[in-house]
């Protein structure tokens, strides 16, 4: 229960947990590499740990919580690298990515990282459920069954979810 232990603030115990997950994480982190940013998956995963290890009061259940919120340390953080790196004082570079779950590509065209992050906010604020989905499959790299687990959803429902999700930002994104 070393997930427990750093969450109480035992930092050998956090230091022995990413030393077994670093692989793991790093795998998830060059799924978005593949995505074409310009940072590297050992430089995600460390910026994402780091701003884990800076909360003091974290109570980790399991390995879906931990990476559920994972995937929302992860989104915040590449969404703040799509807005930095869009600012016309790095010159504005237009970046895209593919969006992938880890499993299979969602959309055959590139996406503008940026331009996601917006469409999850927006989907936030129709349906939260459905953005939540989004974030734990794609930045958390949850399976449809950690998903409804972490969730308390049937695995049908999560299943509908991704779809509307989907397609709802497949929608957005076109424009």
Known sequence: MMLRAWGKGDTDAG???????????????SVHQRNRM???????????????AKDKKLDWR?????YAFTSVVMRRFMANYWRNKRTAKRGGDF??????????????????????????????????????????????GLSMEETADHLGLSRRTVTRDWGMAKSYLAAQLAR
């Open 15 to 29: 230091e022995e947990l990413f030393s077994i997950i670093y692989d793991e994480l790093r795998a998830l982190a």
């Open 62 to 66: 399991d390995r879906t919580q931990f």
């Open 95 to 140: 970046e895209t990515v593919v969006f992938d779950d880890s499993i299979a590509p969602l959309f055959e065209t590139g996406i503008d990282g940026e331009a996601l992050d917006q469409a999850l906010t927006r989907l936030d604020s129709v349906d939260p459920r459905l953005s939540r989905i989004v974030e734990l499959r794609f930045f958390g």
């Open 38 to 52: 310009t940072i590297g998956p050992t430089a995600l995963v460390h910026e994402t740990f780091l701003q884990m």
